[in-house]
Structures are given as structure tokens and as C-alpha cells.
């Protein structure tokens, strides 16, 4: 198995932090009512991303969505009181959840990515609608933002996120397909997450990273899951399932691959080569645009 640590322990994916990451604040140790964090936290997520569509005159109004918004911020909140608890408390719940990350049929698709921050204030205002009283939580966060899930992966890329614990994290524990493999170093800068966590001590030094060679792994799904301990024992993780793609063996020799061949084609944010000569063999590949990365990855080898 082949992993080093990373020198840029950021990553250069910040897309799913640079809205999102400030609404964690609701999660430091207060009481809030549900409409009190909604304002504070979910109403801005709405009007960026939902409010287009789910408004009167809009697609989802044309489709007969159940639920619309309006600019009005408290009627917004009532109107997810509404349909989350109906017709028992927290009967739509996980409805709102799957259908925001583009499950449950959403027209819209995804509009918000698994695991993002945004997410999470999206989920953490789904437990407030759904309890009777507020309670009192304690900081607990882990997210692994690499690998993205749903993606494939190829070659030597990120493995990556961050953690933060009101009583301190311990240390990061990666786990692939169930079974243990190492710990993450752990104590990387991330002025993000301290500015979302002020009243945390040392989140501004919560980031994980380390250089992971997915080549390691099989052709096809895997889990890669994120086990954040604290200095009392507690743990909380965070999961994604991708999908491998890799030749037959390490690409090693400085003049293995010739385009000289080939020919490609482009469609969207994918390049499609045909006949590509990699240490002698043919292949056809295709290769996408993938944020997280900055740069293009291989998702198909044929």
C-alpha cells in the first residue's frame, strides 16, 4: 500500500466549503429553536439554491411541487414545518434530505453535494423541526471531502477533510471497506473551519490529508470512511463510496504513453481519446473535469 503525507494538507477543492462552512457555527454547544436556526442557517441555502425553481410560477410550482418559498424568511420556515411534519412529526424529514443531493426524484437534481456544510445545516434543521424540545448538542464534526463520493478515482490523488471536537480531537482513523488501515495525519491548517468554529479551540488546526494512491485498490466500488476520535473516546465519521479505474499495471516508464494514434473528441467537461497507445497496448479512455482535483481524471478504460 502506498501513502504519503501530503505537503498541502488544504487539498485544492474549496467549492463545497466557500458558501456552507460559516453555517456550522449553529452546531457549537447552544439551544436553538428550530425557526431561530433556520434563519440563521438554512434561509440563505434557499434562496441561492431552491427558491429558483420552488416558487409560485416556477418548474417545481409547474410539477405540483408540495412545498414553494417566498422572501419572506419566517414563511419559508413555516412552510418546511408544514410538510416535514406531515402527517406525523418528521414524516418528510428524510425526504428533504434525499431530495436536495438530487434523490427522491427531485426535478432539480442536486442542488447541494452529500456531507457538504451545507448539507449538514440542512440535516441538523431537519432534527430541530423533528424534536419536541432544543437540546444541547456538543461539536462533533468530522467530514471527509476527498474522495468525492459518487466519483471515480484513479492514480495518486487526495485523501482528505477535517474534525473538530469541543473536548479535542485525539486522532483520525481511515478505514477502507470496513477495515482498518491507518491514521490520517491529522493538525492541518484550515482558517475555514476555525472561522466556522471560533468558540472550538484549535479548529483553525483541524485538517487531515495525505497523498492516497487509489491504484492501490480493485477495479470497481469502495468505501473510504473517516473516524474522528476525541480526547473522551467519542467518535463520529464520515463515508464516501467511489468507483476505481486503473490499467493492468503502474504506469512507470518515462515514455509509456503515445496520442500519436489516437484520435478524441469532447463533449461537455469530458475528453474522449480513442486509441491510445500505453505501453503498447490500445486503450480508449475518457477523462473529466473534476473540481476537487483542478484537473482532468480518468473515469473509463477501455
Given at each position: 500500500?502506498?501513502?504519503?503525507?501530503?505537503?498541502?494538507?488544504?487539498?485544492?477543492?474549496?467549492?463545497?466549503?466557500?458558501v456552507g462552512?460559516?453555517?456550522?457555527?449553529?452546531?457549537?454547544?447552544?439551544?436553538?429553536?428550530?425557526?431561530?436556526?433556520?434563519?440563521?442557517?438554512?434561509?440563505?441555502?434557499?434562496?441561492?439554491?431552491?427558491?429558483?425553481?420552488?416558487?409560485s410560477g416556477?418548474?417545481?410550482?409547474?410539477?405540483?411541487?408540495?412545498?414553494?418559498?417566498?422572501?419572506?424568511?419566517?414563511?419559508?420556515?413555516?412552510?418546511?414545518?408544514?410538510?416535514?411534519?406531515?402527517?406525523?412529526?418528521?414524516?418528510?424529514?428524510?425526504?428533504?434530505?434525499?431530495?436536495?443531493?438530487?434523490?427522491?426524484?427531485?426535478?432539480?437534481?442536486?442542488?447541494?453535494?452529500?456531507?457538504?456544510?451545507?448539507?449538514?445545516?440542512?440535516?441538523?434543521?431537519?432534527?430541530?423541526?423533528?424534536?419536541?424540545?432544543?437540546?444541547?448538542?456538543?461539536?462533533?464534526?468530522?467530514?471527509?471531502?476527498?474522495?468525492?463520493?459518487?466519483?471515480?478515482?484513479?492514480?495518486?490523488?487526495?485523501?482528505?477533510?477535517?474534525?473538530?471536537?469541543?473536548?479535542?480531537?485525539?486522532?483520525?482513523?481511515?478505514?477502507?471497506?470496513?477495515?482498518?488501515?491507518?491514521?490520517?495525519?491529522?493538525?492541518?491548517?484550515?482558517?475555514?473551519?476555525g472561522g466556522?468554529?471560533?468558540?472550538?479551540?484549535?479548529?483553525?488546526?483541524?485538517?487531515?490529508?495525505?497523498?492516497?494512491?487509489?491504484?492501490?485498490?480493485?477495479?470497481?466500488?469502495?468505501?473510504?470512511?473517516?473516524?474522528?476520535?476525541?480526547?473522551?473516546?467519542?467518535?463520529?465519521?464520515?463515508?464516501?463510496?467511489?468507483?476505481?479505474?486503473?490499467?493492468?499495471?503502474?504506469?512507470?516508464?518515462?515514455?509509456?504513453?503515445?496520442?500519436?494514434?489516437?484520435?478524441?473528441?469532447?463533449?461537455?467537461?469530458?475528453?474522449?481519446?480513442?486509441?491510445?497507445?500505453?505501453?503498447?497496448?490500445?486503450?480508449?479512455?475518457?477523462?473529466?473535469?473534476?473540481?476537487?482535483?483542478?484537473?482532468?481524471?480518468?473515469?473509463?478504460?477501455?
Amino acid at each position: 500500500m502506498t501513502r504519503n503525507v501530503s505537503t498541502d494538507l488544504f487539498g485544492s477543492h474549496w467549492v463545497l466549503l466557500a458558501v456552507g462552512l460559516s453555517l456550522w457555527l449553529s452546531q457549537v454547544a447552544t439551544a436553538q429553536t428550530a425557526k431561530d436556526f433556520y434563519l440563521s442557517n438554512v434561509e440563505t441555502i434557499v434562496q441561492g439554491e431552491c427558491i429558483v425553481c420552488h416558487r409560485s410560477g416556477g418548474n417545481a410550482d409547474s410539477n405540483g411541487a408540495d412545498i414553494l418559498f417566498t422572501s419572506s424568511a419566517s414563511g419559508n420556515h413555516d412552510a418546511f414545518d408544514a410538510y416535514v411534519n406531515s402527517p406525523t412529526l418528521g414524516a418528510k424529514s428524510g425526504r428533504v434530505l434525499s431530495k436536495i443531493i438530487g434523490g427522491a426524484g427531485h426535478g432539480g437534481g442536486a442542488v447541494i453535494s452529500q456531507g457538504s456544510p451545507d448539507y449538514e445545516a440542512f440535516s441538523a434543521y431537519m432534527d430541530l423541526l423533528t424534536e419536541d424540545e432544543p437540546t444541547v448538542t456538543v461539536v462533533h464534526r468530522v467530514a471527509l471531502e476527498e474522495p468525492v463520493a459518487g466519483e471515480i478515482h484513479t492514480g495518486v490523488g487526495n485523501l482528505r477533510g477535517w474534525a473538530v471536537a469541543t473536548d479535542g480531537i485525539s486522532k483520525v482513523e481511515i478505514f477502507i471497506d470496513g477495515a482498518y488501515e491507518f491514521d490520517a495525519p491529522y493538525g492541518g491548517r484550515r482558517n475555514d473551519v476555525g472561522g466556522a468554529f471560533p468558540d472550538v479551540e484549535d479548529s483553525s488546526d483541524s485538517g487531515f490529508s495525505l497523498a492516497w494512491n487509489y491504484s492501490d485498490l480493485s477495479a470497481g466500488p469502495h468505501t473510504i470512511t473517516a473516524v474522528a476520535h476525541t480526547a473522551t473516546g467519542a467518535t463520529q465519521e464520515s463515508s464516501a463510496s467511489f468507483n476505481v479505474v486503473k490499467f493492468d499495471t503502474f504506469i512507470a516508464a518515462e515514455n509509456a504513453v503515445d496520442l500519436n494514434e489516437g484520435s478524441c473528441s469532447l463533449s461537455s467537461d469530458e475528453i474522449s481519446i480513442l486509441d491510445a497507445r500505453v505501453e503498447g497496448s490500445l486503450y480508449d479512455l475518457v477523462l473529466k473535469w473534476r473540481t476537487a482535483e483542478q484537473g482532468f481524471e480518468i473515469i473509463e478504460i477501455r
